[in-house]
């Protein structure tokens, strides 16, 4: 009977051995924040690109690597790189 458990056993790590090995193979390969970034703004009409942009607006139009969206951080960090300037809007007066 520990034969055959361990036999089991041994199917089973085999198994999902494979499958990893399968969803690497199929895995296509997410481009750099700095990538993405660079292929929207020259994707944009010049209205669009010259406007000011918000972070979140950025976030929302890129992809992350683990995740759905990236993280703020990183996309600030990207933009760095990319010679970006931050700039504070005008306070509001009343």
């Excluded at 895995?27 to 994707?43: A, G």
Aim: aromatic share 4%.
């Amino acid at each position: 009977m520990k034969a055959y458990i361990a036999h089991l056993e041994r199917l089973r790590l085999q198994e999902s051995q494979m499958q990893t090995e399968s969803k690497d193979s199929t895995r296509v390969p997410t481009p750099t924040l700095d990538q993405q970034i660079t292929t929207l703004m020259q994707s944009l009409p010049p209205t669009v690109r010259d406007r000011q942009w918000v972070i979140q607006d950025m976030v929302n139009r890129l992809k992350g690597i683990n995740n759905e969206r990236p993280h703020s951080q990183g996309v600030g960090q990207a933009l760095q790189r990319l010679g970006w300037k931050r700039i504070r809007p005008a306070t509001m007066k009343a």
